[in-house]
């Protein structure tokens, strides 16, 4: 089976579930291009599919900790230096991350690499722009690359402030589990 759905980087928890919820149904997913995912099936299972991404270097240790820990590796998929990583597990309330801190340090690393991406995304149609001022502007071609500009702009800025608010409310939580609201 497939199924086309659009996750942005900020929503990894709503993916999971998806991902979980597809997994109860008897589809276990096997691949995913872009926006894409190809699920193959299985016997419903209970358990639970959690996300997580890392860097290139740390992968070996990190892969076997996970697996020592009773997950399964579905898939990884190139992004950034690193890879997501889509993993099951058999108990359904099963977390990869168990502590605040080491949560709030994925967010932020997410929140570097992709912000790092959308503003040199952002710069390069700045590029284009003047290019095409240069070489004589029109309407349509201005219109067109401020389009793009403004579109990434707004993209990544809801990416960017997205994993804010996710980073200030765990920093929130941990301040008041540990007395320093």
């Given at each position: 089976?497939?199924?086309?759905?659009?996750?942005?980087?900020?929503?990894?928890?709503?993916?999971?579930?998806?991902?979980?919820?597809?997994?109860?149904?008897?589809?276990?997913?096997?691949?995913?291009?872009?926006?894409?995912?190809?699920?193959?099936?299985?016997?419903?299972?209970?358990?639970?599919?959690?996300?997580?991404?890392?860097?290139?270097?740390?992968?070996?240790?990190?892969?076997?900790?996970?697996?020592?820990?009773?997950?399964?590796?579905?898939?990884?998929?190139?992004?950034?230096?690193?890879?997501?990583?889509y993993w099951q597990h058999a108990d359904p309330t099963a977390r990869i991350y168990t502590d605040q801190r080491s949560h709030i340090a994925l967010l932020r690393q997410l929140?570097?690499?992709?912000?790092?991406?959308?503003?040199?995304?952002?710069?390069?149609?700045?590029?284009?722009l003047y290019l095409v001022c240069l070489t004589g502007a029109t309407p349509l071609r201005t219109g067109l690359i401020g389009g793009l500009i403004g579109g990434l702009a707004?993209?990544?800025?809801?990416?960017?402030?997205?994993?804010?608010?996710?980073?200030?409310?765990?920093?929130?939580?941990?301040?008041?589990?540990?007395?320093?609201?």
């Open positions: 089976m497939k199924q086309t759905r659009v996750f942005w980087v900020y929503k990894s928890a709503q993916e999971a579930h998806y991902l979980t919820a597809q997994l109860h149904a008897g589809w276990r997913v096997q691949a995913r291009h872009v926006c894409r995912y190809t699920f193959v099936p299985v016997p419903a299972q209970d358990g639970v599919i959690r996300l997580d991404y890392q860097l290139a270097a740390d992968l070996p240790e990190y892969t076997q900790l996970m697996q020592d820990a009773g997950w399964t590796l579905l898939m990884s998929q190139p992004v950034l230096g690193g890879r997501w990583l929140r570097r690499r992709w912000t790092g991406v959308g503003l040199g995304a952002v710069a390069l149609e700045f590029v284009a707004a993209l990544y800025g809801a990416n960017f402030v997205s994993l804010t608010r996710q980073i200030r409310h765990l920093e929130r939580e941990q301040d008041w589990r540990h007395g320093n609201a």
